[in-house]
């Protein structure tokens, strides 16, 4: 009886590696624009501005307020549009 084995490749070959599609390259090229963009914009807003709470008022680097802004924003939005499913 006897027993065939499977070719195997020899040691030495690499897998050959796969080009990206023009699709992945172009999200790559976006998400790092993207990344370029953000940093960009933290750098520009690091001035510290003065912000009314509803009790009392402060100082805060201005990419802080913006971030926690966008942040509530986000969180409003969710549960707005989980509000709206249910109904």
């Known amino acids: 009886m006897s027993t ?8 030495h070959r690499a897998p050959e590696r ?3 599609s023009s699709r992945e390259r172009a ?3 976006s998400v ?5 963009v953000i940093t960009l914009f933290a750098v520009f807003n690091l001035d510290e501005v003065k912000v009314h709470w509803v ?7 201005l990419i802080i ?7 509530i924003g986000i969180l409003l939005t ?6 709206a499913r249910r109904r």
């Open 4 to 11: 065939t084995r499977p070719q195997e490749q020899p040691a």
């Open 18 to 20: 796969q080009r990206r």
């Open 27 to 29: 999200r790559a090229l």
């Open 32 to 36: 790092g624009g993207l990344a370029i």
């Open 55 to 61: 009790i009392g008022s402060g100082r805060a680097p």
């Open 65 to 71: 307020v913006i971030v926690i802004s966008l942040l």
């Open 78 to 83: 969710h549960f707005a549009e989980r509000r």
